[in-house]
């Protein structure tokens, strides 16, 4: 069975695929579409990652969030999260796999 790692970020979603799709060649980019766009895509690896935004009620704001499956690609989550905190320069937060700990975090202002 494959574990889940959370990555998150104050970078809007839009930013977020945009950098999937320069930086991190996606196979097979969908949307399911609708006002709370979820995004999903597979590593040439074999992870599966969903790609989303929710609303941080305690401060009011909406943070984008990937979940990835790394399934047959041990390390893609930490593949990811250097890629964005490389490209955006927003707050991104790594936790551990099926865990809340913060593992680590890049451009914290």
Known sequence: ???????????????????VEKFLEPVSLTSDGGEGKVFRFGTPGGAYVT???DLKIEVDEI???????????????????QVLAEQLSERVTLFAPDSADVVAEANVS
């Open 1 to 19: 069975m494959s574990t889940s790692t959370e990555i998150t970020t104050d970078a809007e979603l839009g930013k977020v695929i945009r950098v």
């Open 51 to 53: 790609v989303s935004s």
């Open 63 to 81: 943070e984008s969030w990937l979940d990835i499956y790394e399934q047959t690609e041990p390390g893609a989550a930490q593949r990811i999260y």
